[in-house]
T-cell receptor
Framework: AQSVTQPDIHITVSEGASLELRCNYSYGATPYLFWYVQSPGQGLQLLLKYFSGDTLVQGIKGFEAEFKRSQSSFNLRKPSVHWSDAAEYFCAVGAGGTALIFGKGTTLSVSS | DVKVTQSSRYLVKRTGEKVFLECVQDMDHENMFWYRQDPGLGLRLIYFSYDVKMKEKGDIPEGYSVSREKKERFSLILESASTNQTSMYLC???????????????FGSGTRLTVV
């Protein structure tokens, strides 16, 4: 069965430090891959997506993610975290005739 | 700016009530979705619809039903609300079912439902 795993429930990063959020998926074929961000009390906002082609994708707010087929991973990165990046982050996977499957989310806290 | 609008941000209902959650999109999207979000469980798909009057069960459809009479509107119905349905409900829409377009899924701001 298809699944998405975000191994880290909660991460704390110092402001200005780099960030990597992990996402692993289990899918039969190369899926569509997404990262969404949710600020408190808000809906989900699309950060970036991968459909095909270049495995390093750039998104909004300075985020990037790299698709690694051999590791079934799609990790999210940012070189320098800002306090406003504190939020919950969701990885999602979709393919063909199925709706998106979401991971359980990673909560990011930013310390000063 | 594309939009998915959920009619209520906060709702408080009593056990046993019939509850309607409304969602409207202005993007002419074929597909609409209802997810439930709970701490530590992420987003779980309740139902989705790929066309007017068409619906498919998601992972947790028990205790819920849906209605899509017009393309832009997708309603989630709790037939007899129970306390274990207290949750955040998120509506989304998309051009393609698996989200393979420029916007992926577009989400509403959510409805926080409390059943007492």
């Amino acid at each position: 069965a298809q699944s998405v795993t975000q191994p880290d429930i909660h991460i704390t990063v110092s402001e200005g430090a780099s960030l990597e959020l992990r996402c692993n998926y289990s899918y039969g074929a190369t899926p569509y891959l997404f990262w969404y961000v949710q600020s408190p009390g808000q809906g989900l906002q699309l950060l970036l997506k991968y459909f095909s082609g270049d495995t390093l994708v750039q998104g909004i707010k300075g985020f990037e993610a790299e698709f690694k087929r051999s590791q079934s991973s799609f990790n999210l990165r940012k070189p320098s975290v800002h306090w406003s990046d504190a939020a919950e982050y969701f990885c999602a996977v979709g393919a063909g005739g199925t709706a998106l499957i979401f991971g359980k989310g990673t909560t990011l806290s930013v310390s000063s | 700016d594309v939009k998915v609008t959920q009619s209520s941000r906060y709702l408080v209902k009593r056990t046993g009530e019939k509850v309607f959650l409304e969602c409207v999109q202005d993007m002419d999207h074929e597909n609409m979705f209802w997810y439930r979000q709970d701490p530590g469980l992420g987003l779980r798909l309740i139902y989705f619809s790929y066309d007017v009057k068409m619906k498919e069960k998601g992972d947790i459809p028990e205790g819920y039903s849906v209605s899509r009479e017009k393309k832009e509107r997708f309603s989630l119905i709790l037939e007899s609300a129970s306390t274990n349905q207290t949750s955040m409900y998120l509506c989304a829409s998309s051009l393609l079912l698996a989200g393979g377009s420029d916007y992926g899924y577009t989400f509403g701001s959510g409805t926080r439902l409390t059943v007492v």
